[in-house]
């Protein structure tokens, strides 16, 4: 039997310096893979950043995380 595709969840997901009612609806399967979506289609990247601060929040919990991704290599860490 073929393993069983990961399951996505619908999130809103808005760069900081971007006002919240831009926010994109997405579906994936985590919060990181959300933020990372998010960030590969941004076409407002703010001057000479290095890195970019993004909001995720699930729709159906309400939960919300945000991380730093890097622009130059795409890691992302939480921010705290």
Known sequence: MPPAPPKTH???VHA???AAHHART?????????AVAYV???HE???DAEEINVIVRE???GREHS??????????LPRI
């Open 16 to 18: 900081r310096h971007v």
């Open 59 to 61: 729709v159906e919990s």
């Open 40 to 42: 590969e289609d941004l």
């Open 26 to 34: 997405l579906q994936a399967p985590t919060f990181e893979a959300a």
């Open 67 to 76: 991380f730093r991704v890097y622009l130059e290599n795409g890691n992302i």
């Open 45 to 47: 990247l703010p001057g």
């Open 10 to 12: 619908i999130f809103r």
